[in-house]
């Protein structure tokens, strides 16, 4: 058996040897016949996209700031009057603490600021003495009151001369009184320090202000553009040098951007150097947070 498959197998491979040297002889005696199709050959790779730019660089946009918001106080939040995404101006009030014994004292001191019964007093008085001074000198010339109650009007009259600066000492200290108590009541009330957008609320009304942190605000009017140059772009840029930014999808668009910072230490890791470009955001067109490309600009 084992013999019988032997013969087979090179009968088949003589076959296969013979065909491959009889076609060169057909083809030459007979023209039409067809060579033997070739092989497949591999699609063509796909066009290579081109590098970028070797003057552009890769960065992210950033806000000029991110503020969290707190309070100089433990109390309770009494309102919250903004929430994400609401935009906020600078100095507006954001929040408040419960100041329920800050008013009363507000009212309190304002009521004795506006006192001034005791000034009529002391001034009716003061009148009255100087009054009763000038008659007994005039007797004091006619010998008809004696020097010790001359002595003793002229003592009268400092007396309420200094009765009458006491009680204008007090209305001014009442004035003091009531702008701390003003001022106290200020502090329950938490104030945004920049124009921006609110990007975390933290405590809501009812909550108890400890830790104190309350609201997180961006600053997104003008935007920070943060770029990592490579060492051999040292000397290159310049605080004030202009320059294109280009964001990711979808944003898009070039918008015009000024160098504000050049870092002057490199960062021996990684080869590169911090640049800070500042881009004006007036219309709030652009988000935070993007990526994007640079080109800059010459001189």
Same mark, same amino acid.
């Given at each position: ?42 699609? /063509? ?70 006192? *001034? ?48 600066? *006491? ?25 945004? /320090? ?85 881009? /004006? ?19």
């Amino acid at each position: 058996m084992m013999r019988r498959t032997r013969a087979l197998s090179a009968a088949a491979a003589w076959l296969i040897f013979a065909s491959a040297a009889v076609w060169p002889a057909r083809a030459l005696a007979d023209p039409g016949v067809p060579p033997p199709r070739p092989a497949a050959s591999p699609p /063509p790779a796909p066009p290579v996209s081109p590098a970028a730019s070797a003057d552009e660089l890769d960065c992210v946009i950033e806000p000029r700031s991110r503020i969290t918001l707190s309070s100089p106080l433990q109390a309770v939040v009494e309102s919250v009057s903004v929430d994400r995404g609401d935009l906020v101006q600078k100095g507006q009030v954001v929040a408040t603490l419960e100041s329920s014994v800050e008013r009363a004292a507000v009212a309190s001191a304002a009521a004795r600021a506006r006192m *001034d019964g005791r000034i009529r007093s002391r001034q009716a008085k003061l009148d009255f003495s100087t009054h009763g001074l000038e008659r007994s000198t005039e007797l004091s010339k006619k010998n008809a009151i004696s020097v010790q109650q001359l002595d003793e009007a002229e003592h009268e009259k400092r007396a309420a001369e200094g009765d009458l600066l *006491d009680a204008r000492e007090d209305k001014e200290l009442a004035g003091f009184e009531l702008e701390r108590a003003k001022a106290a009541l200020e502090l329950r009330s938490i104030r945004s /320090p920049v124009k921006g957008v609110v990007v975390r609320r933290i405590l809501s009304p009812g909550e108890f202000a400890d830790p104190p942190q309350i609201l997180e605000i961006a600053e997104i009017d003008p935007l920070r553009v943060e770029v990592f140059a490579p060492v051999s772009w040292l000397g290159r840029l310049h605080v004030g040098q202009r320059a294109y930014v280009v964001p990711e999808a979808p944003a898009g668009g070039s918008y015009e951007a000024k160098i504000t910072v050049v870092d002057r230490v490199v960062d021996a890791a990684s080869g590169t150097y911090g640049v800070r470009l500042e881009l /004006p955001n007036p219309s709030y067109a652009l988000a935070a947070g993007l990526r994007c490309r640079v080109r800059f600009l010459g001189d």
